[in-house]
Nanobody, 122 residues
Framework: QVQLVESGGGLVQAGGSLRLSCAAS????????VGWFRQAPGKEREFVAR????????IYADSMKDRFTISRDNAKNTVYLQMNSLKPEDTAVYCC???????????????WGQGTQVTVSS
């Protein structure tokens, strides 16, 4: 069993940066792939980025790959999402999710966090 808790969200001006954290409990977390997702009001959940267990493989949504960076520190059981050059359209609830395999459907994960709100003002 893996429990995920996100933090680091908040209010930031356009052009600013935030670093989100996804902290996990569970001994197997360091062997899991972790993804970040976001959901804006009235919109469907959107894939943001994914990282494999070692951090050696990453993939991003096209619209975010030049501004966002996913990383992990397995010693701290934490995955990060560094977000730079934020835009008002990045406003959403961001959540992380974990699963054993790196490859597979972008939205199919075994464990999900509750999310953290990111608001970008213009």
């Amino acid at each position: 069993q893996v429990q995920l808790v996100e933090s680091g969200g908040g209010l930031v001006q356009a052009g600013g940066s935030l670093r989100l954290s996804c902290a996990a409990s569970g001994r197997t977390y360091s062997t899991y792939a972790v993804g970040w997702f976001r959901q804006a009001p009235g919109k469907e959940r959107e894939f943001v980025a994914r990282i494999n267990w070692s951090g050696g493989l990453t993939i991003y949504a096209d619209s975010m790959k030049d501004r966002f960076t996913i990383s992990r520190d397995n010693a701290k059981n934490t995955v990060y999402l560094q977000m730079n050059s934020l835009k008002p359209e990045d406003t959403a609830v961001y959540c992380c999710a974990a699963r054993p395999q790196y490859y597979g459907d972008d939205l199919s994960y075994d464990y999900w966090g509750q999310g953290t709100q990111v608001t970008v003002s213009s």
